[in-house]
């Protein structure tokens, strides 16, 4: 809402003085006074005035719940595939990593003996991962052939290092050179796979990477009468040793692809039962969003026929434009939300069917389709509320201080920005939290809201007094700015358009022509005008186009 919906503009009250008006018909000026009141009542007051029933009213309650609780249902599947997903990583990172241990920190190795001794310990734990694993872990096989391991090196062309003599020659050209290894079965220690050709030149070595594929099925979501899914690990290891500072750091990655096993059969379990109630439920869901979605676009389209008649008779009968505030009130922000909301609602179950069919496995898309709509769903019934004096200041103060909160947080964000280029470039050597301009940003953002301020300033190495001169300059000036002035004017902003809102609906202002041409009404019925002066001048129009001089 603009200013002009907000703060009346003329000597005569509330609203602007435009031009002198022109008879109208008084019969068609109560006919569109009376749609336009009936248009912007709410559900009770036109269930009071033509017994209308809430429709739309009860239908967003019911898609609250029935929404959430798929939401939930959902939610907890998927929380068990990323369960398993996660729970294998870390399998696997004990099964492939030599001495690996649960921490926070990088895993890294000194000597050329351990970094020999790491890629044997891969590739024997590959060999023997059926007769060492705990879970139900396979080889990767296509049309009968097993996926072999890949043990890959990157190394420079060409390269003479004597950092003694302060001297070097190398050609920073990258070459590959990779060996696969299948596995056997069964396997003998004896059959270690001939690694001779495979010879690691430490001057020249830039990474050892290590690829393998590893094939599982997730067995949980039996005992909740789902079927499982078959899952395919990508492992990665990375020997990483571009640095060339005497550390190899070494890590494990691994992604996931799901899909639909070929082949299945539970004995006993209500899995099918189980699917057709879901199915059921969904395409309960799918129905009620169709519904509520048709209902909402047929108002909107209600509102733009309104809008065009609106229009049609300001400009015959007081020669100007409908203001662009005027507009906006005809285009119900809550109905496009709800539109918005029930085509996400209906995607997202739609794509929730076909998972639970195993026709797909986009666990992802899924679940931010369905959580986006019930946070809007949700929002959407924000609407109501809003007929209520007291939540309606709130929602007007929301939307009227929403274009000057944007505008200052353009302001705020470039001087934020400012500060995460200049804190990533000059502290990242120094200080792990500002490593990279995503840390920088996170890190920034929770010394806004007061946290990590301590660990921000503890942690920083004393190398260079410079340095820790301007960390702290840096540190505290962020702080003043951003916790002392940005967040007190933006507070300040907010408190000022509700002290503003509430005030207008005190003095029972009129926040814009086309609603004190609607209140008119009212006014000149209570009046005692008789039908001469009516027709000699219409209240309404008046109203409208500025009245008499």
Not at 156 to 172: A, K, L, V, W
Request: some cysteine; overall charge neutral; hydrophobic content about 40%.
């Amino acid at each position: 809402m603009s200013e002009q919906a907000l703060v009346g503009s003329s000597s005569n009250g509330n609203i602007s003085t435009l031009s002198k008006v022109t008879k109208a018909d008084p019969e068609a000026l109560e006919e569109l006074r009376r749609k336009l009141k009936y248009f912007f009542m709410s559900p009770c007051e036109k269930y009071r005035a033509r017994g209308r029933k809430p429709w739309k009213l009860m239908l967003q309650i019911l898609k609250i719940a029935i929404i959430t609780v798929q939401l939930i249902s959902f939610g907890l599947s998927n929380e068990m595939m990323v369960t398993f997903t996660e729970e294998n990583l870390i399998s696997f990172k004990h099964l492939f990593l030599k001495d690996y241990q649960d921490r926070d920190s990088i895993h890294t190795i000194y000597t050329k003996s351990q970094v020999h001794d790491h890629i044997n310990y891969v590739i024997m734990r590959y060999l023997t991962l059926q007769n060492v694993t705990v879970g139900n872990h396979a080889f990767e096989r296509i049309h009968g052939v097993f996926t072999p391991l890949s043990l890959c090196q990157e190394f420079y062309h060409h390269s003479s290092i004597s950092p003694s003599n302060e001297t070097f020659s190398i050609d920073p050209h990258v070459e590959k050179e990779c060996v696969y290894i299948y596995p056997m079965k069964p396997f003998q220690n004896e059959a270690f796979p001939d690694l001779t050709n495979f010879t690691l030149d430490f001057k020249r070595l830039l990474a050892i990477n290590i690829f393998l594929k590893v094939k599982a099925i997730n067995l949980q979501t039996v005992r909740h009468d789902e079927l499982p899914d078959c899952y395919n690990f990508s492992i990665t290891i990375d020997f990483d040793n571009r640095a060339q500072s005497g550390q190899i750091k070494v890590s494990l990655n691994s992604e996931v692809e799901i899909s639909v096993c070929k082949d299945w059969n539970v004995s006993g379990s209500n899995a099918v039962s189980h699917f057709l109630r879901m199915v059921l439920f969904d395409s309960l869901v799918i129905l009620s969003c169709l519904l509520s979605l048709l209902l909402c676009i047929r108002s909107v389209i209600s509102g733009v026929q309104l809008l065009s008649e609106y229009s049609l008779f300001v400009s015959t009968h007081c020669q100007r434009s409908v203001f662009w505030s005027e507009r906006m009130e005809f285009i119900n922000g809550w109905y496009i939300l709800i539109i918005i909301s029930d085509t996400l609602t209906v995607s997202g179950s739609a794509l929730k069917i076909l998972i639970h069919s195993k026709e797909l496995t986009n666990y992802n898309v899924c679940s931010i389709l369905l959580g986006t709509a019930t946070i809007l769903v949700w929002m959407g019934v924000m609407r109501y509320l809003g007929f209520f004096q007291k939540y309606n200041i709130l929602i007007l103060t929301l939307r009227a201080a929403l274009p000057s909160v944007i505008r200052f947080s353009l302001c705020a964000v470039l001087i934020y920005l400012s500060y995460c280029f200049c804190g990533w470039i000059v502290l990242g050597p120094h200080h792990e939290n500002f490593r990279t301009f995503n840390m920088v940003a996170y890190c920034l953002f929770s010394m806004i809201n007061g946290d990590a301020i301590y660990s921000t300033f503890t942690k920083l190495r004393e190398r260079s007094w410079v340095v820790w001169l301007f960390s702290r300059i840096y540190i505290y000036s962020f702080i003043s700015i951003f916790t002392y002035m940005v967040l007190s004017l933006f507070i300040a902003i907010i408190t000022n358009t509700y002290e503003t809102i509430k005030h207008q609906q005190q003095d029972g202002a009129v926040f814009s022509e086309l609603q004190a041409f609607i209140a008119e009404g009212r006014n000149a019925s209570s009046s005692g005008m008789d039908d001469s002066d009516k027709e000699e001048d219409s209240p309404g129009c008046s109203c409208l186009c500025g009245g008499a001089d």
